[in-house]
């Protein structure tokens, strides 16, 4: 890196760290490096790449942009959010013991039950919320807690602190997905967590126009082993890719900002509806978790959930009959979008596995975009009348 930004605040690494690459026509935004392979000027001596799935300098861009806003020493930016996840779980070898929340994304539910599973990796999925649950299942061969914090689609936290010191105590590590919260609202390291991962895909790139995932170590033993497990997988990301989300990130702190002022006038104007049972938004001062959310995060976020009056036919309605939100699964986006959880993003969980963590059939999740609060609700009050 050209200059050391480690003592500037957050929103001016967004915008300075990664990005100056070029020395040769001294472009002010990083070049898009599109080559697989690099030219060595003599045996063993290269200018610091030689092939693009073991580094490209594009990518190393966004992976110092990303160390540097989450607080860590390293990171990884990989293809999807899930393959983020396949380098963490290959950490572990068969017979080790992982603790999951119950409600976590659907995605790694999946990955966790089936493949994981079949790999001889051993998983509890419990009610994090209750920490005596997490100290019941923990075994000798547990080997990490896995956190999501808040979690998908209720919005329920973790208190990320007393998990990390409950692994710590069992000889474990910790690994929290920061993607609901992106690094500008919650960073996991300073509550003693020991790896970060996103979904990039979501408020790090911010436009509904790529996937991508990253890995963010502050232990260099794991910086070392997931490095080596995203080349020797083959996890990295493209050079355009991580051109696109690096280009997000600079306007990561003024993005979240009005999606959070925006969820919180939406979640205000939900509550008063008689068409809506309950809100899910831990900006509320009613949420559950409402004072664990102002010790533990630095903002509420964008995405909040509701539950409608009525079932399945009521949330179609409302979806539906709303012009401005997108019927979509994802989130993170300028855009607003709406979906079901019970068949869209939650789908890939089994009944079973979705009733334990109280998603229903009248619960629609919102990912609330920066358009103008005033015609965001406007249209979905309007949706709801008609329903
Ligand atoms: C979207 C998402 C993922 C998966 O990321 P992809 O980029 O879709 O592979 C993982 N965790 C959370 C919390 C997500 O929202």
Redesign the pocket.
Known sequence: MANDYSSQRFETRCVHVGVDKDDTFNSCITPIYPTSTFRFESLGKTKGYDYTRSGNPTRRALEESLASLEGGIDCRATC???SA?NACMHLFRPGDHIIAGHDI?G??YRLFASPFTDFGLKFSFVNMQNLDRVRQALTPQTRCIWI?TPS?PLLNLVDMAGLASIAHGAGAITIA?N??MSPYFQRPFDHGVDIVLH?T??YLNGHSDV???AVITRHQPHADRIGFIVNALGLACSPFDAWLVLRGIKTLGPRMEVHQRNALAVAEALKKHPRVERVYYPGLTDHPHHELARRQMLGFGGMLSFDVIGGRHEAERVMLGTKLYSMAE??GGVESLIEHPETMSHASMSAEARAGAGITDKTLRVSVGIEHADDLIADLLGALDRS
């Open positions: 999807t959010g899930m996840i994304y995605g790694t999501e998908n997905d993607t609901f979904s895909t979501k996937v991508g995932g994802s989130l």
